[in-house]
Structure formats: structure tokens, C-alpha cells
């Protein structure tokens, strides 16, 4: 099986960086994504990391590290359409590799 | 450029009907995957085709099938519909070893 942990919402500021967190346990593991999905949406990627460390882009960067299961996706210059859920999804050396997802965070920018 | 094509996008059945939804991946893409995702809930995995065929089955109900067709077009059907199958259902489609890629969505709603 595999378990894959995320809070469940977090407050930020406009302008301001936030960091959102998401460890999982699941054997075969393959690579990790993140999702932003606004609601009544579509899931829309935001960055996919298989190996070891930081990826950029843009205001969006996220991080990986295989040995400690653990993941997080950095927002940074916040902006109010950044109010969104944040989905962390993990694919498995399996037959289909398939996405499996986290339970997401509900992010809220305020003013 | 072509997206992952859903349809219809609402949909509203009464209890014990049956509905079918169609997803157009995007071409050349050879693997489709169906997702459910309940209000507040994260997407949840049903099934999947690679190349026309079965690859994968996750947590769908007896009532529900899928196939993939000749054209790479899948169809989701579902027959005795209950309250609980009321959900947003998200076909996304890949080629490789990431380019996940969602359609946006049918919103079934039973009544």
C-alpha cells in the first residue's frame, strides 16, 4: 500500500512564500508530482520530480528526497489566484503508473 | 495543441440509471486513466488502458466498466447508479514517462 501525507489547509499572505509539505511511504516508488487544482477544475501539473533535490520554475519550485519520503512544493511571490488545492501524487514502478494522490491542501490567499 | 477532450461535462441521472462518459485522449497518447474524485476528496484511481488493453483497476465498483476503443477513445460506463456515485470523473492521458494530462472532467450528479 502507500500512504501519502499532506496538511490539510494552510493560510498565506499575498506576496508572501509558503511552503507546502507532503511525505508518503509506498514501495516501488517512481516519481512525484504536484497538482494544483482550483475547485469544480481539472487537476493542472505543476512539477514532477524523480530524483534527488530542488526543480524551478518559475514562482513554482519543488524538492525530493527518496531516502526520507518526503517531498514539498514552494510558492513563492503569492498571488490571490494561487488560492487553490495542492495535490502531491506519487507514481509506482507498476503496470500503469498510474498517478496515486494525496489527500491535497487547501491553500487560502489573503490580502 | 489538443487537449484531453471529456464529455458530456454535467450529467444528471436518477437513482438506478445508467450513465456512459467519453474521454478523447490526446493522439498518440497510448495509456488512459479514469479517476473519481467525491466533493472535498481527492481523486481516486478506477481504471486504466494501455494501448486498448486493461492495465490496471483500482478501487471501481462491480456496476462500473470501461473499455478502450479502436480510435483510443475510452468510455466509463455505469449502470444502477447510487447517491454516492454523485462525483466529478477525470480521464487524463499519457504517453511516456510523465505528460499526465486531465480532461476537464464530467460532473455526474444522481438524483
Known amino acids: 500500500g502507500q500512504n501519502i501525507d499532506q496538511p490539510t489547509e494552510m493560510t498565506a499572505t499575498e506576496g508572501a512564500i509558503v511552503q507546502i509539505n507532503c511525505t508518503y511511504q509506498?514501495?516501488?516508488?517512481?516519481?512525484l508530482f504536484w497538482y494544483q487544482q482550483h475547485a469544480g477544475e481539472a487537476p493542472t501539473f505543476l512539477s514532477y520530480?524523480?530524483?534527488?533535490g530542488l526543480e524551478e520554475k518559475g514562482r513554482f519550485s519543488s524538492f525530493l528526497s527518496r531516502s526520507k519520503g518526503y517531498s514539498y512544493l514552494l510558492l513563492k511571490e503569492l498571488q490571490m489566484k494561487d488560492s487553490a488545492s495542492y495535490l502531491c501524487?506519487?507514481?509506482?514502478?507498476?503496470?500503469?503508473?498510474?498517478?496515486?494522490f494525496g489527500s491535497g491542501t487547501r491553500l487560502l490567499v489573503r490580502p | 495543441a489538443a487537449g484531453v477532450i471529456q464529455s458530456p461535462r454535467h450529467l444528471i441521472k436518477e437513482k438506478r440509471e445508467t450513465a456512459t462518459l467519453k474521454c478523447y485522449p490526446i493522439?498518440?497518447?497510448?495509456?488512459v486513466y479514469w479517476y473519481q474524485q467525491g466533493p472535498g476528496q481527492d481523486p481516486q484511481f478506477l481504471i486504466s488502458?494501455?494501448?486498448?488493453?486493461?492495465?490496471d483497476k483500482g478501487s471501481i465498483p462491480d456496476r462500473f466498466s470501461a473499455q478502450q476503443f479502436s480510435d483510443y477513445h475510452s468510455e466509463l460506463n455505469m449502470s444502477s447508479l447510487e447517491l454516492g456515485d454523485s462525483a466529478l470523473y477525470f480521464c487524463?492521458?499519457?504517453?511516456?514517462?510523465?505528460?499526465?494530462?486531465f480532461g476537464s472532467g464530467t460532473r455526474l450528479t444522481v438524483v
Open positions: 520530480n524523480v530524483l534527488d
Open positions: 488502458f494501455y494501448e486498448k488493453m486493461q492495465s
Open positions: 509506498t514501495s516501488g516508488f517512481n516519481g
Open positions: 493522439p498518440r497518447h497510448d495509456t
Open positions: 487524463a492521458s499519457r504517453i511516456g514517462g510523465k505528460g499526465y494530462t
Open positions: 501524487a506519487v507514481t509506482r514502478e507498476d503496470s500503469s503508473y498510474k498517478l496515486i
